[in-house]
């Protein structure tokens, strides 16, 4: 554990900085795997997970100064990446939800992780944008955290063009839920987390798997998928107790 991310806990929410300001909060390898470690464990601890940036920018991307290998075979590259692939994926299956709020710069992996939260909320000065292919770099990382989050059009103007695009766009784009200005940010991530531990704990579990695997069936298996579901959930004497 290192001073890179800031962990704190208050009641039933585990917050989360990145903490690097003075690069943009650009992420290293090692901050990925302690952000992997931190939100596959979060359950355990938690009840939902609130992601944020220390200082100006939420993340402009990945750290650079990682060293190049000359002819790297395909399966060490592959081996280089899976720190980041793992990330997403811890995104994806932490049980519990994850709120980002979204300041400043939110480039390349910052977009993405933006994007991967359950619940995004953007300051309304806040800037988004996927530059790969400007840098010569083939985005399908950054692509494949985006292919279960944005529409199809999206996910190509992003890429193709490289563009900035500010709040209200990544709001029409399915980047973020929501856009409020930087003075209401903190108050309106209250109130989400207000609602959400208004819920039964078991209701929460079940929204987040059901919105993690029905979006992926056909319709049919969706509504079958729901119907037990429901009927788990509700049948829990935790659910009874409310």
């Known amino acids: 554990m290192t001073d890179d991310i800031i962990v704190r806990?208050?009641?039933?929410?585990?917050?989360?900085?990145?903490?690097?300001?003075?690069?943009?909060?650009?992420?290293?390898?090692e901050m990925a795997a302690e952000l992997t470690d931190l939100l596959k464990s979060a359950a355990h601890r938690s009840r939902l997970v609130v992601l944020r940036g220390a200082g100006s920018d939420f993340c402009v991307g990945r750290a650079t100064g990682?060293?190049?290998?000359?002819?790297?075979?395909?399966?060490?590259?592959?081996?280089?990446?899976e720190v980041i692939f793992d990330c997403y994926g811890a995104f994806r299956s932490a049980p519990v939800p994850i709120l980002g709020l979204v300041q400043g710069k939110a480039?390349?992996?910052?977009?993405?992780?933006?994007?991967?939260?359950?619940i995004t909320i953007a300051t309304d000065t806040a800037l988004f944008q996927i530059p790969e292919m400007s840098h010569g770099t083939m985005p399908t990382m950054v692509m494949s955290?985006?292919?279960?989050?944005?529409?199809?059009?999206?996910?190509a103007h992003l890429v193709?063009?490289?563009s900035l695009i500010s709040a209200s766009r990544a709001l029409s784009f399915g980047i973020v839920g929501d856009v409020v200005s930087v003075d209401k940010a903190d108050a309106h991530i209250e109130e989400i987390c207000a609602a959400i531990l208004r819920a039964p704990p078991p209701a929460t579990l079940g929204v987040k798997e059901y919105l993690r695997t029905a979006m992926?069936?056909?319709?049919?298996?969706?509504?079958?998928?729901?119907?037990?579901?429901?009927?788990?959930?509700?049948?829990?004497s935790e659910m009874k107790r409310r």
Do not use: W
Not at 107 to 118: H, Q, R, T, V
């Open 9 to 29: 806990e208050h009641g039933d929410i585990l917050h989360l900085t990145l903490n690097m300001p003075d690069s943009g909060n650009a992420v290293t390898d």
């Open 66 to 81: 990682r060293p190049k290998v000359s002819a790297q075979e395909a399966l060490q590259r592959r081996r280089s990446t």
């Open 107 to 118: 480039l390349g992996f910052g977009c993405s992780i933006a994007a991967l939260c359950d």
């Open 145 to 155: 955290s985006l292919v279960d989050r944005l529409s199809r059009k999206a996910i």
């Open 160 to 162: 193709y063009t490289s």
């Open 216 to 236: 992926h069936m056909d319709v049919q298996g969706a509504v079958d998928y729901a119907r037990n579901i429901h009927a788990t959930i509700n049948s829990s």
